[in-house]
Every structure is written in C-alpha cells, then in structure tokens.
C-alpha cells in the first residue's frame, strides 16, 4: 500500500539490503530467523503483505503473501495474497480479523514504499510498524510490532501516475528476495507447530472478492534515514 515508515532513534533495529545483491536473501533470513526467534513462543508470528494487484508498484506485498502460502511455512501465519490481498479498503477489517483470531499476535508488517531514485530496489527489515497510505495522502491504522518494506519507485509528486508505471522487473525482485529470505529463515527456525487447517478454515471465512480504484495506497519512504543504511 506504500506506506510511510516511521521515525526511529539510533537504537531501535534497522538492516537494509539491495534486492540484487548476490547474497541479500541469506542475509535478510539471518535477521528475520534472529529477530522471529526472540518473540515468546505463546505469540503468534504473523505475517501481513500489504498492497493491491491492481498497481503494479502497489503488488509487492501480495506477490509475497502468495509465494510464501505456497511454501506452507511452519513458523509463520501469512495474510495477503494476490487472491486474497489486505489493502486500503479491507485493512481495518483484516487487522481486526487478525488480532480476534490470533492472541496477541507479533506482526510483521510488507508493504512498497517510494523513496529516492538511487535507493530504488532497496530493502529495509526495521523495527517498529509500517504506516499504509501516507503517500496516497490516505488516513489508515499502523501496521506491524516489525516491518519490510521496499523502494519500488520514487517520491515525489503524482504519486498515482508513478505507482502505475512502476517496472515490474523491479518489483518482481523484490519479492523474490523477501520471500527466499522468509523461506531460508522458516527452515532454519524451531518449529511454532503453525495449524495450517486452522489458516485455510479462516481464508474461507474471510475472503473478500470486491474491488475499488481507493485499494492501492502508497507508502513514503524516510530517505534521510535510508543514506545510513537505516530506514526507520
């Protein structure tokens, strides 16, 4: 949904990597596997791929949540598929489907993001939630105890005309790296038991098949954080 990442002091957790670096997937796994083992084991890891289809810039998030539900990870709930994606218009009535069914879930917030033409294709795992729709000018709730989101265009002004002109190569990249990284970190984990019965039982609840032009909304990306390598 291209949200903007929040503000964060020198302490708070922050990797960034470029999604073509030869070995960005290893080492985006390493964080994830880290950070997700430190979360108490009576919490829930839940993911939730933020975005919508229907703009190409706006897709990384739900080309996530599709290719990790393939995978049938063992450690992670997945919410956000391109069949099935939380955007603008759904995010208020997914979030509040999430936290009924999961007991204080530890969410991990992916959405795409704008930011500087040089840091197009940029990865960033951080702590702290994603804000959905900032670019969009849309008011929408803070998402994530964690976030990942990626440079998919730059910022600036029509920010609508650029989400729809957004190169898939870049966007497909980016996916592809996120999800071997959920893939690498899942495998290398401590088995959670995740109830994959339970997960489908909920998808056929709660499926939305509707449909609105106000579904993409785009996230602003902190750029003077991002010069550091840091981008929260």
Do not use: W
């Amino acid at each position: 949904m291209l949200g903007k990442k929040s503000f964060s002091n020198p302490s708070t957790f922050s990797f960034q990597v470029h999604s073509e670096y030869d070995h960005a997937s290893t080492q985006l796994s390493e964080q994830l596997k880290r950070k997700a083992e430190e979360v108490p084991i009576d919490r829930d890891l839940v993911i939730i791929c933020i975005g919508t289809d229907r703009s190409t810039g706006d897709s990384l998030g739900p080309l996530i949540g599709s290719a990790l539900k393939k995978e049938k990870l063992s450690n992670f709930y997945v919410y956000g598929t391109l069949a099935d994606p939380v955007h603008a218009v759904n995010l208020d009535e997914k979030l509040e489907t999430i936290l009924h069914l999961h007991k204080d879930p530890f969410i991990i917030a992916i959405d795409a993001c704008l930011g500087r033409l040089k840091n197009i294709g940029k990865i960033t795992f951080s702590e702290g939630p994603v804000v959905p729709g900032a670019a969009m000018k849309k008011k929408l709730p803070n998402v994530g105890d964690m976030h990942i989101t990626g440079i998919v265009n730059v910022s600036g002004l029509m920010e609508y005309f650029v989400l729809q002109n957004t190169r898939l190569h870049t966007v497909m990249t980016m996916a592809e790296c996120v999800s071997e990284g959920f893939l690498l970190a899942d495998k290398k984990m401590k088995n959670r038991q995740v109830s994959l019965s339970f997960q489908q039982d909920v998808e056929s609840k709660y499926r939305s098949h509707g449909f609105s032009k106000s579904e993409t909304a785009f996230s602003l990306q902190d750029d003077i954080q991002n010069e550091g390598f840091s981008s929260k």
